[in-house]
């Protein structure tokens, strides 16, 4: 006989018997979404977990000197190296560190890493969360993509390294100060930088570090383009760096040379092209600096006793300040620049001018004076004063009015009828009549990949000459013959 119960609420009759088969199905069914959601986060655990498993395999069973060339895909880091290998992406090979560490730890002398794409890193400063992290001698890293890592690539205490035309970014969910460094050197000599495009990250910084050539790169909305701290005898060279907010910063570092660089709209109330902070003996020359808020800022430098900074054949356009001093310092050269179209030419903060610093044969675009006798050299010398529109030198809050009608108009007063004595800023015996630089010149175009050239008497203690004198090639032949 057939049980009927009446539901109290809807007065609906309901078979026992159904209700209790439809209870029993959607347990049933609930059951086997709990065993297909655990198997499906079981097998993307375990995959992810072979994949990285896989590739870390596949490097340690590569021998010494031996290419590895993955299959395309995207394996899971990160990846430790410690022996010289070879490992070619062939542009197909992604590297996802899934925001744990480095992606690529190298632990080695001679590895290649190249066409690769490595990506997420961890977030931790600490721990120097990287794209590639090197800890080894005569690596080369080169035509890599390196995005949403919050270090590009680390060298620590590393040597003779090649570091090439890899695109590198940081992480895009971090404010600019809170990103790591594009590339990162520490106590570290004898590297070569060249050929890099970089963006969206914080800084290139080269620290305690010695030898290293920096060379057409690209670097635009970092802070620091490029920034020195105690390194000596670099080179930099034919890079372009644009809209940072400091193009190169050299803070305790001498010898540098710093050549045919492109630098531009360095722009804020810290906006300058070349910074130097108590550094000696370094060359700016054949540069452009453009469209920054100051041209060149010096601060007590050159600092070193009977040494000079040299500031030859540079163009300095378009900037609110040309040239500016922190204090009334001595030691500069100054020969063959021009000078165009700058709000203020040359500047010192405080009282004082820049008349201890040579200044020779540089052509001023507001250089009032005659050539008569046509040798391309004015009559007169070009004296640039201080008057009443250079107020904001000591007062800082008056730059808002800088360049401004009003100043102007005071200007034209004072040198009409002075009403206090102006201040001699700088005076330069040998003005040019006809600029240097008659239009602003564009980078060459990048070369193709080749390696330096006389051989390293001994692999294991690099020379300490100049890294363009080395035969990086022979170095690293070397370096393999002697690890086989």
């Known amino acids: 006989m057939q049980t009927i119960i009446i539901d109290r609420q809807s007065a609906r009759p309901v078979n026992r018997g159904l209700r209790s088969f439809l209870a029993t199905r959607c347990f049933v069914g609930e059951l086997i979404v709990s065993i297909l959601f655990f198997l499906t986060i079981n097998l993307i655990t375990t995959t992810a977990s072979a994949q990285s498993s896989t590739l870390q395999a596949l490097v340690d069973a590569t021998p010494k000197g031996g290419l590895l060339t993955p299959p395309s895909g995207t394996y899971a880091g990160p990846i430790t190296i410690e022996r010289p290998i070879i490992i070619d992406g062939k542009n197909g090979v992604t590297i996802d560190a899934g925001g744990r560490g480095s992606v690529v730890f190298i632990d080695a002398d001679g590895v290649t890493l190249q066409n690769l794409q490595l990506i997420n890193s961890g977030y931790s400063h600490n721990d120097i969360d990287a794209g590639v992290q090197v800890r080894g001698n005569f690596n080369v890293i080169k035509d890599n ?79 620091y383009a490029l920034h020195f701290m105690y390194s000596q005898n670099n080179r930099v060279e034919e890079n372009h760096y644009s809209n940072n907010s400091v193009g190169i910063f050299l803070m305790y570092s001498d010898s540098t040379v710093v050549r045919n660089n492109i630098i531009s709209h360095s722009q804020g109330t810290t906006g300058m092209g070349i910074g130097m902070k108590e550094t000696s003996e370094v060359e700016i020359i054949d540069n452009q600096i453009l469209y920054c808020a100051t041209g060149i800022y010096s601060d007590v430098s050159p600092y070193q006793p009977d040494t000079t900074n040299r500031m030859e054949n540079n163009l300095v356009a378009f900037n609110g300040t040309g040239i500016l001093f922190h204090t009334p310092w001595w030691g500069n050269i100054a020969r063959n620049n021009t000078f165009k179209d700058n709000i203020t030419q040359v500047a010192v903060d405080g009282n004082g001018g820049a008349t201890k610093n040579i200044w020779e044969g540089n052509y001023w675009d507001d250089y009032e004076g005659f050539d008569r006798d046509r040798d391309g050299v004015g009559d007169t010398p070009y004296a640039l004063y201080a008057y009443a529109d250079r107020i904001w030198m000591d007062r800082p809050e008056a730059r808002l009015f800088m360049g401004t009608p009003l100043l102007e108009a005071i200007d034209f007063l004072e040198q009409l009828a002075p009403f206090s004595e102006p201040t001699l800023l700088l005076r330069d015996e040998k003005p040019l009549l006809l600029a240097a630089h008659q239009r602003i010149e564009s980078l060459p175009q990048q070369q193709p990949e080749t390696l330096p050239t006389p051989p390293l008497e001994n692999p294991t203690q690099p020379s300490r000459e100049p890294s363009s004198n080395r035969d990086w090639g022979s170095s690293l032949r070397l370096l393999e013959k002697s690890i086989q």
Not at 195 to 219: E, F, P, Q
């Open 145 to 223: 993509t390196i995005e949403e890592c919050l270090f590009g690539i680390d060298l620590g205490q590393a040597e003779n390294n090649i570091i090439r035309r890899n695109r590198i970014s940081s992480k895009s969910d971090r404010e600019l100060g809170m990103k790591g460094d594009s590339i990162r050197l520490w106590y570290s000599f004898g590297n070569q930088i060249t050929d890099n495009l970089i963006s969206n990250s914080r800084d290139m910084v080269v620290w305690y570090s010695k030898d290293n050539t920096i060379a057409r790169n690209r670097s635009s909305g970092g802070r």
